[in-house]
């Protein structure tokens, strides 16, 4: 028994130095419930493999997920896809599986601001790390400033490695920079150099024949389109209504429908025409009179009169 003990103990120490860390811990209740099952010893020892395989692949996940820095919550779950057309559904559908970047395909996605560009692509980027693959999240403005950075430092080959270590590098809001020439050749370095090996994933409000705004030279912009448009999947969101113009207007609308009264307010009209003519349900005219109706009464008039009513029906007798 001592040194059945001690084979444990042992084997759980190789294990611990092999990285094989979840064996160690699972071993032996896995080898329980195998003789408890009449599991074969093949079956055993897949059990223990799947269960590292699985915690190992949960690991990795969740570091790629906090590496990415990618928005909180832009997921597929949380995207409203009824809102997007078929043909836009079924290309995020076919993105899901992360096969673009075995043929360093890029992708665009076009639109207008407030549309959801920047969710689908967040929602791709997760779905790219869930099948394994390293993602970067960056605005496009913050990228520039670190390979300007780089440059000025000349260390820009050495950053630009880093970045190759990422299967996919989003950027967001590429539209919105507006770079003078050393940002401009430094963003035109990054998009060469990953042209044909790594993918680019890129949301912008600007068509491509308004790219002149970003590249100011009208060949740097062309030569920059025409590397990402070779390999690319073009998300067309231009006929996409915003997203929050269409909160806003559901919101504006809420606000201008007419209030209705409050229930102190009817009680109030209520008492007010009781104490003027208790009577009056009993007294309208009926359907076949001629007689023609009466005025309506002020409502300031019928709470004057129904005042001075209480007032007199309250008050004492007095002897005279």
């Given at each position: 028994?001592?040194?059945?003990i001690?084979?444990?103990?042992e084997?759980?120490?190789?294990l611990?130095q092999l990285?094989?860390?979840?064996?160690?811990?699972?071993?032996?209740?896995?080898?329980?419930?195998?003789?408890?099952?009449?599991?074969?010893?093949?079956?055993?020892?897949?059990?223990?493999?799947?269960?590292e395989?699985e915690?190992r692949?949960?690991?990795?996940?969740?570091?790629?997920?906090?590496?990415?820095g990618?928005?909180?919550?832009?997921?597929?779950?949380?995207?409203?896809?009824s809102?997007?057309?078929?043909?836009?559904?079924l290309q995020?559908?076919?993105?899901?599986?992360?096969?673009?970047?075995?043929?360093?395909?890029?992708?665009i996605?076009i639109?207008?601001?407030?549309?959801?560009?920047?969710?689908?692509?967040?929602a791709v980027?997760?779905?790219?790390?869930?099948?394994?693959?390293?993602?970067?999240?960056?605005?496009t403005?913050?990228?520039?400033q670190?390979?300007?950075a780089?440059k000025?430092d000349?260390?820009?080959?050495?950053?630009?490695?880093?970045?190759?270590?990422?299967?996919?590098?989003?950027?967001d809001?590429?539209?919105?920079?507006?770079?003078?020439r050393?940002?401009?050749e430094v963003?035109?370095?990054?998009?060469?150099?990953?042209?044909?090996?790594k993918s680019?994933?890129?949301?912008?409000?600007l068509?491509?024949s308004?790219?002149?705004r970003?590249?100011?030279?009208?060949?740097?912009?062309?030569?920059?389109?025409?590397?990402?448009?070779?390999h690319s999947?073009?998300?067309?969101?231009?006929?996409?209504e915003?997203y929050?113009?269409?909160v806003?207007?559901?919101?504006?609308?809420?606000?201008d429908?007419?209030?209705?009264?409050?229930?102190?307010q009817?009680?109030?009209a209520?008492?007010?025409t009781?104490l003027?003519?208790?009577?009056?349900s009993s007294?309208?005219?009926?359907?076949?009179?001629h007689e023609?109706p009466?005025?309506?009464?002020?409502t300031?008039?019928?709470?004057?009169?129904g005042?001075?009513?209480?007032?007199?029906?309250?008050a004492?007798n007095?002897?005279?």
């Amino acid at each position: 028994m001592p040194k059945t003990i001690n084979r444990a103990i042992e084997l759980q120490t190789l294990l611990t130095q092999l990285n094989l860390g979840v064996i160690a811990v699972v071993f032996a209740d896995v080898a329980l419930r195998a003789a408890k099952e009449g599991l074969s010893h093949e079956a055993y020892l897949y059990e223990l493999v799947r269960l590292e395989t699985e915690q190992r692949t949960q690991r990795r996940t969740a570091r790629l997920m906090r590496a990415s820095g990618l928005p909180v919550e832009k997921t597929f779950r949380t995207l409203a896809l009824s809102r997007l057309s078929p043909s836009l559904q079924l290309q995020l559908e076919r993105l899901k599986s992360a096969s673009f970047l075995e043929t360093a395909t890029n992708i665009i996605a076009i639109g207008k601001p407030g549309v959801g560009k920047s969710h689908c692509l967040a929602a791709v980027g997760y779905a790219v790390i869930e099948a394994g693959y390293p993602v970067l999240w960056t605005p496009t403005s913050t990228l520039v400033q670190r390979l300007l950075a780089a440059k000025r430092d000349l260390r820009l080959p050495q950053e630009l490695s880093k970045l190759d270590k990422f299967a996919c590098v989003i950027l967001d809001d590429i539209g919105y920079v507006q770079q003078d020439r050393d940002e401009m050749e430094v963003l035109f370095t990054f998009l060469a150099e990953r042209y044909e090996r790594k993918s680019v994933m890129i949301t912008t409000n600007l068509v491509f024949s308004e790219w002149e705004r970003i590249f100011k030279n009208p060949m740097t912009a062309m030569a920059a389109i025409d590397r990402l448009v070779h390999h690319s999947v073009i998300l067309d969101m231009m006929s996409v209504e915003s997203y929050r113009a269409e909160v806003a207007s559901q919101q504006h609308l809420s606000s201008d429908r007419p209030k209705k009264s409050s229930s102190k307010q009817i009680t109030l009209a209520e008492a007010t025409t009781s104490l003027r003519d208790p009577d009056a349900s009993s007294t309208a005219p009926s359907q076949g009179s001629h007689e023609p109706p009466s005025e309506p009464v002020p409502t300031a008039v019928l709470l004057a009169e129904g005042n001075a009513e209480s007032s007199r029906l309250e008050a004492p007798n007095r002897q005279v």
